[in-house]
């Protein structure tokens, strides 16, 4: 039995917060004793990720996402629990995991701002001490492959998000990494742009098996990318399943578009709602536990003249927010993880986002 990529087991954060205080005097007091409190941004995860996986790690702001990722790629110390990600302790054996992983944060560049890409690719290649013949080979192929060869030589500063993101890309896999941790890599991009990086890294794990852990809040990002997602909050695992059966096992609505021959309204039937209606267009929504969608439909052929008809699910993302927000319930599917199912914005998460504050990793060119 082949070793997993990852392999997390108890795993726990707590942050030591200080309490603001409000008045002068209580200010003062607490510059020499402060009152503190503990924030639990990840409380007990288990999880195990196989070679070669797509896995989506996601949920609300505050739920603990980037803590976790911190901490598998050894930018942070839990508070307890083991972790291994190819074999190594991340924290204890930090140097040696780095040459074996790569990290994309969305938000933060590994790029030197005022440099081209070219300069900066080249002294990836010294740090992590890749032959020149490797170098040269893996460098030409990357470019190649990412398209990024118009703007190899133009300052960073002067390129466009997406063509950036490719660069970051690029960056990334100059040292062949065997597990892939992406933060957030398609925020701000256009659609075409999501779309082509979104191509290009499952272009990679078909050709390199590369594993790949991604964070998002594109559901996009999620259901194009990923076979298995597994949703937190609060710091907790509540939801562990392969993508396809996430909308088969919470999706409880149909869409239906319609285009009518003849103006007219259309039936009322119990769980049927009208969400538009504009000339002979009409677009419904079909509560599937109160109504069969056959018998929906069978309504609606009976009373109305309809030209053409469209029956769709809705987008991953409604679903994914419906558990979110709690109004899915979160019940446990067979042979996955799944436990406690209230989902909301976790209420400690500007505590949190403060406690990690000097903890992130610097920006080059800021």
């Known amino acids: 039995m082949t070793s997993p990529a990852l392999e997390v087991t108890g795993l726990r954060k707590v942050f030591r917060v200080a309490e603001p205080a409000s008045g002068f005097a209580a200010r003062l007091k607490a510059l020499f004793s402060p009152t503190w409190r503990e924030v639990v941004a990840v409380k007990d995860i288990d999880l ?4 070669g996986e797509l896995i989506a790690f996601i949920g609300p702001n505050g739920a ?3 803590t976790t990722i911190k901490m598998l790629t050894g930018i942070l110390h839990p508070t307890a629990g083991q972790v291994r990600v190819l074999g190594v302790v991340p924290w204890e054996q930090r140097s040696e ?8 944060f969305g938000q933060r560049s590994q790029l030197w701002y005022h440099l081209p890409p070219r300069d900066t690719f080249e002294l990836l290649s010294h740090v992590y001490e890749i032959s020149r013949a490797d170098y040269r080979q893996r460098v030409g192929d990357l470019v190649e492959r990412f398209e990024i060869g118009e703007f190899y030589d133009i300052p960073v500063r002067k390129l466009s998000l997406g063509q950036r993101m490719r660069c970051e890309l690029v960056a990334s896999l100059l040292h062949r990494p065997r597990v892939l941790f992406l933060d957030e890599p398609t925020i701000g991009l256009d659609v075409l742009a999501r779309a082509r990086v979104r191509d290009l890294l499952l272009e990679l794990n078909r050709q390199e098996g590369i594993t790949t852990f991604l964070t998002s809040h594109e559901a ?11 949703i ?3 710091g907790e695992m509540v ?3 392969p993508v396809k059966e996430l909308k088969h096992r919470f999706l409880q609505v149909k869409v239906i578009d319609l285009r009518l021959r003849e103006l007219a309204d259309p039936p009322a039937v119990e769980g049927v709602r009208i969400l538009k209606k504009k000339g002979h267009g009409l677009k419904l929504e079909v509560d599937t536990t109160a109504v069969p969608i056959e018998r929906a439909l069978s ?7 309809i030209a053409d008809i469209v029956v769709s699910d809705p987008p991953l993302e409604e679903i994914i927010g419906a558990i979110y927000t709690g109004e899915q319930s979160v019940n446990p599917p067979i042979g996955t993880c799944a436990v406690r199912a209230e ?15 000097e903890l992130e990793p610097e920006r080059h060119g800021d």
């Open 48 to 51: 195990r990720v196989e070679e």
């Open 64 to 66: 603990g996402k980037s």
């Open 97 to 104: 995991l780095a040459r074996r992983i790569g990290t994309v």
């Open 220 to 230: 996009d990002d999620i259901e194009e990318i990923c076979r298995r997602v597994v």
């Open 232 to 234: 937190v909050n609060r």
């Open 239 to 241: 939801l562990d399943i």
């Open 299 to 305: 309504e609606l052929f009976k009373t109305l003249s």
């Open 343 to 357: 989902l909301v914005e976790a209420p400690a998460g500007d505590a949190l986002r403060q406690a990690q504050g």
